[in-house]
């Protein structure tokens, strides 16, 4: 009896520890309080190539706090896949505070970047393009899809809805729509599909959208969550767009995302 009951001691132990792993190895960790200040510090990593933006960690970690405060906490997120990069986005929010600057999210989720940006720049006007549907990853997480829109309205609202044109469509036919209206952006923000023909078109697209000495920044250069070959991952296809336009942009930065500015 004694054997038995040491292993099941034994056995719940694992399980337990499997979880624990599984936990920490997910993305709610990170709205955990207890990893804020690790979180906030941009990472020790090296780029692939290019300059690195400078990162000034005590005003970033300034600035999470306080976004964290004022809205995080008053918000509806249940993923927070932006906040590590307050520091490493602050040089190009510097160069477009105090201005009316036109923004441009292709991917907006819970609106958790969209909320950053607005919060951050007062003055801007921010283009918001989503299905509200989900993607691919998201099969397999455990997002409700079917109040996704409603949560990302009232986070973006908390903030100031007034300035947020929200495009509810599939990113081509809203990019071609800016494009047809001839709208210009200082700053384009591609999140939206992982896969990467996808990608490659919603860049081709955002890019005439870009103004001359205007952003353009991709996230998850390096996600490999559905796999290595190079159509389901951003990766290979941003590569691709840059060899294309080369001597058309200034790298600035290349590493867990990928920042341009375009010059022409």
């Given amino acids: 009896m004694l054997v038995r ?31 804020l200040v690790r979180r906030t510090r941009p990472a020790r990593t090296e780029p692939v190539s290019g300059p690195a933006i400078p990162v000034a960690t005590g005003e970033a970690d300034l600035l999470a706090c306080r976004f964290r405060e004022e809205v995080v906490e008053r918000g509806t997120f249940t993923h927070d896949w932006f906040l590590h990069q307050i520091g490493p986005w602050e ?11 036109r923004l441009l999210e292709i991917g907006s989720f819970e609106g958790f970047s ?11 006007q921010l283009t918001c393009i989503d299905t509200f549907a989900g993607s691919v990853e998201h099969a397999v997480s455990d997002t409700d899809l079917a109040t996704l829109e409603e949560v990302f309205m009232r986070n973006v609202t908390m903030v100031d809805a007034s300035r947020v044109r929200t495009m509810v469509d599939d990113s081509r036919r809203a990019l071609l729509d800016l494009a047809a209206e001839e709208q210009r952006c200082d700053l384009v923000y591609v999140d939206g599909s992982h896969l990467g023909l996808d990608v490659l078109v919603d860049t081709a697209l ?18 490999k969550g559905l796999g290595e070959d190079a159509l389901l991952r951003p990766g290979p296809a941003i590569d691709a767009f840059l060899g294309l336009v080369e001597g058309k942009y200034e790298l600035l930065r290349r590493d867990v995302q990928v920042a341009v500015r375009k010059v022409g």
């Fill in 5 to 35: 009951e040491v292993q099941r001691l034994t056995s719940e132990v694992k399980r337990l520890r499997a979880r624990v792993e599984a936990f920490e190895k997910s993305r709610w960790w990170r709205l955990h309080p207890r990893f």
């Fill in 91 to 101: 040089p190009l929010f510097r160069e477009l505070e105090g201005c009316s600057a």
């Fill in 206 to 223: 955002a890019w005439r959208l870009v103004t001359d000495g205007g952003f353009l920044v991709w996230d998850d250069y390096g996600w």
């Fill in 114 to 124: 969209a909320c950053y940006m607005l919060w951050r720049l007062p003055d801007a």
